[in-house]
């Protein structure tokens, strides 16, 4: 397949570092203890599929600093999950999901062994991920480190444009493509008329490694930071019109690229959200819900890459 020219250099990101792991409580009695591995080098596991860019073209690399110049808006008071109208969703937003948000594929039995805390030791460094379920969290030691966001930062972008703004209900439409097709028109777009809008989400949600950049595809975010606002949302606004748009995502983005791997091919997921980019060494990422767990991972690599790395965190959600 050929590659969309011109997008964004991915922004670069620290080495992993050693983690402690908290193994908690059992169903009878308590025991608690912390043990404190170090990252295996190398590991191993089996998948594949394509690969192309969705990242903005004139973005180059760089870390955004420092705090937003503007304080959070209040959220609307019709918020993003308020846009309750038929059970038939259309694709551009105008008709909205509702009840309608059923959610597809195969059921997901309750998680296996997940007490608490644990540790992904069986994924290479070349990925970061984070899953919360409904029973604990499972994280690879670099799951905190800041990667550059490509375009699963549109999920902040998308949060702010249907919640803190004075007339959300003009914004449905757009953010309805941007996040279904990942349309980077649209994201510029929008981070032009609302300049800090990652920022304001990340500090609203309490995500402590996210930063916005000079341009939305040059900020930075994490698998814990994106696990962390998926979960939450999942939790507080289950209509929220964010995940209605991650259950109906097109299978071809905006640029030509087929959206079909890494957590997308977990079992019970229901929704997810892409990001890619061409410009240098590969780099992609996912975002996806499910009934009972969120799941999020960023691979300096291709897709065949993330596919294989993922599946580690099967045996827990089957």
Request: net charge neutral; hydrophobic share 35%; no cysteine.
């Amino acid at each position: 397949m050929t590659m969309p020219r011109g997008k964004e250099a991915p922004a670069s990101h620290g080495k992993p570092a050693i983690v402690s792991i908290l193994v908690a409580t059992g169903l009878i009695g308590s025991f608690i203890g912390s043990i404190t591995l170090a990252k295996p080098e190398q590991h191993n596991i089996a998948m594949a599929a394509p690969y192309s860019s969705d990242a903005s073209p004139g973005q180059g690399t760089g870390r955004a600093t420092g705090t937003p110049h503007t304080k959070p808006t209040s959220r609307s008071s019709s918020g993003d999950a308020s846009y309750k109208t038929s059970p038939e969703a259309s694709h551009d937003g105008t008709a909205l999901f509702v009840g309608s948000e059923q959610p597809g594929g195969e059921e997901v039995a309750s998680p296996k062994k997940i007490t608490g805390m644990e540790e992904l030791s069986t994924i290479p460094s070349r990925t970061s991920m984070a899953v919360i379920t409904d029973h604990g969290e499972l994280k690879t030691d670099n799951a905190a480190e800041p990667r550059s966001g490509l375009s699963i930062v549109k999920l902040y972008l998308a949060d702010y444009a249907l919640t803190h703004t004075k007339n959300p209900k003009k914004n449905v439409k757009d953010v309805a493509r941007m996040i279904r097709y990942s349309d980077d028109d649209i994201a510029n777009k929008l981070i032009k008329k609302y300049p800090y809008a990652i920022d304001v989400i990340a500090q609203e949600y309490g995500l402590s490694n996210t930063r916005q950049g000079k341009t939305w595809g040059q900020s930075l975010t994490s698998a814990t930071d994106v696990a962390k606002y998926l979960n939450a949302v999942k939790k507080k606004r289950p209509h929220s019109l964010i995940l209605g748009w991650m259950r109906d995502a097109a299978p071809i983005a905006s640029d030509g690229t087929r959206q079909d791997w890494g957590t997308a091919n977990l079992p019970g997921v229901t929704g997810t959200k892409w990001g890619w980019s061409a410009y240098g060494d590969p780099i992609v990422a996912s975002a996806s819900i499910a009934d009972n767990y969120v799941a999020v991972a960023f691979t300096e690599g291709g897709p065949t890459e993330q596919n294989i790395d993922v599946r580690s965190v099967i045996p827990y959600l089957e």
